[in-house]
Every structure is written in C-alpha cells, then in structure tokens.
C-alpha cells in the first residue's frame, strides 16, 4: 500500500505524538514505502535537533527533547521491522 499523504508529514506527525510505528502497521507498506519512511524519519530529525532553543525556554526544551524521542522510538521500530522480516533498507 502507498503512503496516504505526504511523507514527510507523517514524520512530523511522529515527533508531535499525533501518530506512531508499530510492527502491525509496518505490514501494509511496501520495502520501497519503508525506504522513503526511513528517510523522512531522519530528516525531520535532523530538522529538530537543529533548533536552536534558549536555556530560559524549559518547556520548548522539554518540547524538543520529547520530539527527538519519538523519532528515535519509530527509527528503532521501523530499523527492527526490516531487519525482522529482511528487507534491505
């Protein structure tokens, strides 16, 4: 199954906790689906962890921290799943 929408923003959707990877709903995407996943997960990631964000924000800080997270959790979920079930990524 093709990815519904826009890649990049189901990543986005990751690190904001809207949405999340799970080897059940790994199963109707294609190893080509999951190569394009892969890539957005760690270009948002990269996105974020760019931010620059004053020591006196707390909240952002904790905000940020929370994002990397999330995407480090669907990074690891969607690594294990290829490797489970050998798809070269």
Not at 33 to 39: F, G, M, N, V
Not at 44 to 56: F, S, Y
């Amino acid at each position: 199954m093709a990815i519904s929408g826009n890649p990049k923003k189901l990543a986005q959707d990751i690190a904001n906790g809207f949405q999340s990877l799970s080897p059940p709903g790994l199963k109707k995407y294609t190893p080509a689906d999951l190569k394009i996943i892969l890539s957005n997960l760690t270009l948002v990631q990269r996105e974020v962890r760019q931010l620059q964000i004053p020591l006196e924000e707390v909240m952002q800080i904790k905000e940020k921290n929370m994002q990397i997270s999330r995407l480090n959790q669907a990074l690891m979920v969607l690594r294990s799943y290829c490797k489970k079930m050998r798809i070269p990524i």
